[in-house]
């Protein structure tokens, strides 16, 4: 099994800044693509930005610009830096990894429990 555990979630002030971190433990014998999702209160989970082994990126459009993701392969590690915080990106954040634990698993997607991020003044 492949656990993500996600830190570094709170209280922030518009404009302010925030720094998620993840790490991936476990039976991990490789992960592709480590990345977060959030969800609004009232609304559906949706992909923040997320990150391959190879480099490639993805970001929502509304965090375009704000947010950078990084990741260390090594150490199955990412990190989410949330620049000029906006209220609306007030929300739940998730950590995924999509990995194999052996050679002979199929590729899954191990979800972490989440870490609040608050945008209010």
């Known amino acids: 099994q492949v656990q993500p555990v996600e830190s570094g979630g709170g209280l922030v002030q518009p404009g302010g800044s925030l720094r998620l971190s993840c790490a991936a433990s476990?039976?991990?014998?490789?992960?592709?693509?480590m990345g977060w999702y959030r969800r609004a209160p009232g609304k559906a989970r949706e992909l923040v930005a997320d990150?391959?082994?190879?480099?490639?990126?993805r970001y929502a459009d509304s965090v375009k610009g704000r947010f950078t993701i990084s990741r260390d392969n090594a150490k199955n590690t990412t990190l989410l830096q949330m620049n000029n915080l906006k209220p609306e990106d007030t929300a739940v954040y998730y950590c995924?990894?999509?990995?194999?634990?052996?050679?002979?698993?199929?590729?899954?997607?191990?979800w972490g429990q989440g870490t609040q991020v608050t945008v209010s003044s």
């Open positions: 995924t990894a999509d990995g194999i634990e052996t050679p002979r698993t199929p590729m899954r997607r191990y």
């Open positions: 476990g039976s991990i014998f490789s992960i592709n693509v």
């Open positions: 990150l391959s082994s190879s480099g490639d990126t």
